[in-house]
C-alpha cells in the first residue's frame, strides 16, 4: 500500500534533503577518505527513509490508503 499523502509527513522532507545533499559527494567514490563512507550512509539512511515513509507508513489520519 503506498502512502498517498505522503508529502504531508515532516519526515519525508527531512530524509529527502539528507538524500540530496548526500548523494554528489557518495557517487565521486574515494575509498580512502571516510567522508566518502559518512556520505554514503546518508545516502542510505535518506533513500531508506523516504521508501518506508511512502510505502510502509500510514496516512497522517493514522489509517492506510487502501487505494480509497
Known amino acids: 500500500m503506498i502512502n498517498k499523502k505522503f508529502y504531508f509527513d515532516i519526515a519525508f522532507w ?9 548523494v554528489k559527494p557518495a557517487f565521486s567514490i574515494n575509498l580512502h577518505n571516510l567522508n566518502w563512507y559518512v556520505e554514503t ?7 531508506i527513509g523516504m521508501i518506508y515513509i511512502v510505502f510502509f507508513e500510514k496516512a497522517p489520519n493514522g489509517h492506510h490508503n487502501n487505494g480509497k
Open 14 to 22: 527531512v530524509y529527502l534533503v539528507i538524500f540530496i545533499t548526500s
Open 41 to 47: 550512509a546518508f545516502m542510505l539512511i535518506g533513500l
